[in-house]
């Protein structure tokens, strides 16, 4: 998982280099001891200085798609069926540390995460559900390092189905879920 934390010592008395990533490393420890933060640069025409954090990455992440059905989402290797609670975990660790440290763009794992802890606050059964994630790219930069600094503009649709049941969400890069919506089958009489 990639986050993007600003610099907030950036263009300020307080600027010294590498001050800000040696703190939020220090900071994301709690949250994973293999945590990775490397200074990047996301402006687009002007700098824009910022700590780009790798979480999670002992994690097996695999998105696995077939050409004629939705996309299967599998976690530790497993399908979600068998390892709801451990999707409902990094969850909620995930919810910890954003209520400590605002990211100011997150990608497309973190935008799961965020809809899956949702709908286990609804008491919608996540082993029962099917999800796919779209990724729609609003700006590609050609400089980066890693994914999420080649392309820190984009929104996440989040498709869910349950049982004549789908819930559609659209989560921006800055984290912030910015549709919802929930379709039910009618009753057939």
Do not use: C
């Amino acid at each position: 998982m990639e986050l993007v934390f600003a610099d907030p010592y950036y263009d300020s008395k307080e600027e010294e280099a590498g001050r800000f990533v040696a703190e939020l490393t220090g900071a994301l420890e709690e949250f994973d001891q293999n945590v990775e933060v490397i200074e990047a640069d996301i402006g687009r025409g002007a700098d824009w200085p910022v700590a780009l954090v790798k979480l999670f990455e002992s994690i097996d992440w695999p998105v696995v798609a077939s050409a004629a059905g939705p996309i299967s989402l599998y976690f530790l290797g497993e399908r979600i069926k068998k390892n709801g609670e451990a999707w409902l975990e990094m969850a909620r660790r995930l919810k910890r540390l954003f209520a400590k440290h605002q990211p100011t763009r997150i990608d497309e794992q973190a935008g799961l995460l965020m809809v899956v802890e949702e709908l286990a606050q609804k008491g919608i059964d996540l082993a029962k559900v099917e999800i796919s994630v779209q990724v729609l790219i609003q700006v590609e930069i050609p400089h980066g390092q890693s994914l999420l600094d080649k392309r820190p503009e984009a929104v996440y649709v989040v498709t869910v189905v349950l049982d004549g049941q789908s819930w559609v969400y659209a989560v921006d890069s800055p984290g912030d879920v910015t549709m919802r919506a929930h379709f039910a089958e009618p009753r057939l009489r």
